[in-house]
T-cell receptor, first 111, second 112 residues
Framework: DQQVKQNSPSLSVQEGRISILNCDYT??????FLWYKKYPAEGPTFLIS?????DKNEDGRFTVFLNKSAKHLSLHIVPSQPGDSAVYFC??????????FGTGTRLKVLA | KAGVTQTPRYLIKTRGQQVTLSCSPI?????VSWYQQTPGQGLQFLFE???????NKGNFPGRFSGRQFSNSRSEMNVSTLELGDSALYLC???????????FGAGSRLTVL
């Protein structure tokens, strides 16, 4: 059973526009969430995180929103740049020394 | 400082063989975890070690095992390889109390 779901396997966005990547989770006990970005032939790199006590966290062009009642997480990238083209994974930490990752969304930013 | 180093980067094995993958964490990081990435499945948690002790294990068969040494370096072993074990195996390390994992570039295993 997939406890963290990214239902869109891919997304294409024009350069300069907003990219919105979505993530749903099933377990209300999850208390910390992260987004990772992965380029081909490289390991995932940390992008941004949010604790369940917050509903928004911002870092430059990247903002993560958390809707606890809907068990929904989203990552907004504004403005999108071609270098943002990568696979994005959301992850939850259930507090047991492991991450639960989603299946990833491949973002393509078109120049 | 040096990142997480995984060796080998690529390897090809045949069914029934075994494989050992190595991971050197960031200096000072004592937690090392392993993930399997396959198309459509995302990253699946294998196990996590801290100070040579396995603290958590994912839902993988006993053919998958790991260990951590006193210098925090870690190895994972897969015995009796199956075609479905073909994947990218990622190692990550983190400092004490840190939530952020730093990943290596991975070891891509192909089983023929």
């Amino acid at each position: 059973d997939q406890q963290v779901k990214q239902n869109s396997p891919s997304l294409s966005v024009q350069e300069g526009r907003i990219s919105i990547l979505n993530c749903d989770y099933t377990n209300s006990m999850f208390d910390y969430f992260l987004w990772y970005k992965k380029y081909p032939a490289e390991g995932p790199t940390f992008l941004i995180s949010i604790s369940s006590i917050k509903d928004k966290n911002e870092d430059g062009r990247f903002t993560v929103f958390l809707n606890k009642s809907a068990k929904h997480l989203s990552l907004h990238i504004v403005p999108s740049q071609p270098g943002d083209s990568a696979v994005y994974f959301c992850a939850a930490i259930p507090g047991t020394y492991k991450y639960i990752f989603g299946t990833g969304t491949r973002l393509k930013v078109l120049a | 400082k040096a990142g997480v180093t995984q060796t080998p980067r690529y390897l090809i094995k045949t069914r029934g063989q075994q494989v050992t993958l190595s991971c050197s964490p960031i200096s000072g990081h004592r937690s090392v975890s392993w993930y399997q990435q396959t198309p459509g499945q995302g990253l699946q948690f294998l196990f996590e070690y801290f100070s040579e002790t396995q603290r958590n294990k994912g839902n993988f068969p006993g053919r998958f095992s790991g260990r951590q040494f006193s210098n925090s370096r870690s190895e994972m072993n897969v015995s009796t390889l199956e075609l479905g074990d073909s994947a990218l195996y990622l190692c990550a390390s983190s400092g004490s109390g840190a939530n952020v994992l730093t990943f290596g570039a991975g070891s891509r295993l192909t089983v023929l």
